[in-house]
């Protein structure tokens, strides 16, 4: 069952120097239990995508499309129903939880806050045994329930994080830059974990990074956005192994492979830097950086076409990259 789907869907910023497209049409269905990845460099659009699903933009952006979540399209919501949406259909674990958590509050107070805001029948002390419960669930003791947040490590703030939006028990959870800051070994706890809850709880799971190598081991599908749009998108483990997109190769090429010892060496990386969302070039938007690009990528922006079983990738190079 589709927990999310979006329609065509563009977020215009409004600027001094004119309308800025953070993200220019783009598709996708998340269904319950599965893990999605959305990858890309900074500014590619992928949490302003992720911030539709809540209605978080500011106020000056313009938003098209559908967003349909559990069927009923957000955009055209009444804001009564977007805020009994958010943390009981749908929830966000944002990035960096040393400015998430509130310094001065105690944890279990800050847990309780959504739980006595949505469930009219909650107590204070129904809210505390629900609090202990999801520190359980995170892999959290009941004691942290009573510390405050710089009593803890980053790996336990991002767990409460977690806990956090898991607290009213939405169907739909979006996790911006998890394991931002976190050493390696917590990152693989964290990620387990997102995972564990996903499947264990039957909820649809989007995990935003710019690690297309941690998606790749975590996530059934990914998509790689640049300028806004979707690149490539498919299998997890096959957009990372097998990459169609140039972008999507330069990206997998930054991240060395166990056993494969020439990985090691840093690669030449991309010329230039992304652009800027309100200067696009003509044609294909990747094409002042491509290594492969030609005259003909100029003429027009190219489509997500067929690179292999449920493998899809905007690039005229497609064809041919699946013969070699």
Request: hydrophobic content about 40%; proline content about 7%; some cysteine.
């Amino acid at each position: 069952m589709a927990i999310l789907e979006m329609r065509d869907v563009h977020v215009t910023y409004a600027s001094e120097e004119g309308p800025v497209p953070a993200v220019r049409g783009v598709d996708l269905t998340l269904d319950s239990g599965q893990v999605l990845g959305i990858a890309g460099e900074s500014g590619c659009g992928k949490s302003t995508l992720a911030s539709t699903v809540l209605r978080l933009f500011p106020s000056d952006a313009t938003v098209t499309g559908e967003v349909l979540l559990d069927g009923e399209d957000v955009l055209t919501m009444k804001w009564g129903q977007v805020r009994a949406a958010r943390w009981a259909k749908a929830s966000v674990v944002f990035q960096g939880a040393l400015h998430s958590l509130n310094p001065i509050q105690r944890i279990n107070k800050q847990l309780s806050e959504p739980i006595l805001l949505h469930d009219k029948n909650a107590t204070p002390e129904s809210a505390r045994a629900r609090v202990v419960e999801l520190l359980e669930q995170v892999g959290l003791p009941a004691r942290l329930a009573d510390a405050y947040p710089h009593q803890m490590s980053g790996g336990q703030k991002q767990r409460i994080m977690i806990a956090l939006a898991l607290a009213c028990k939405p169907q739909l959870l979006i996790a911006d830059e998890p394991t931002t800051a976190l050493d390696v070994m917590v990152q693989a706890q964290v990620l387990d974990l997102l995972q564990e809850i996903a499947r264990d709880h039957g909820l649809a799971l989007m995990i935003i990074s710019h690690d297309l190598s941690v998606l790749a081991t975590t996530c059934d599908r990914v998509m790689v956005m640049y300028a806004g749009k979707v690149v490539e998108t498919g299998p997890g483990n096959n957009v990372f192994r097998v990459p169609q997109h140039p972008y999507t190769r330069a990206l997998s090429a930054a991240f060395p492979t166990i056993g494969d010892h020439t990985s090691r060496f840093a690669p030449e990386g991309l010329p230039g830097d992304p652009p800027f969302p309100g200067e696009l070039a003509t044609g294909c938007p990747f094409r002042p950086r491509c290594p492969e690009a030609e005259d003909a990528c100029a003429e027009a922006e190219p489509e997500l076409r067929p690179a292999a079983d449920e493998h899809l990738a905007a690039c005229i190079h497609v064809s041919s990259a699946v013969a070699r």
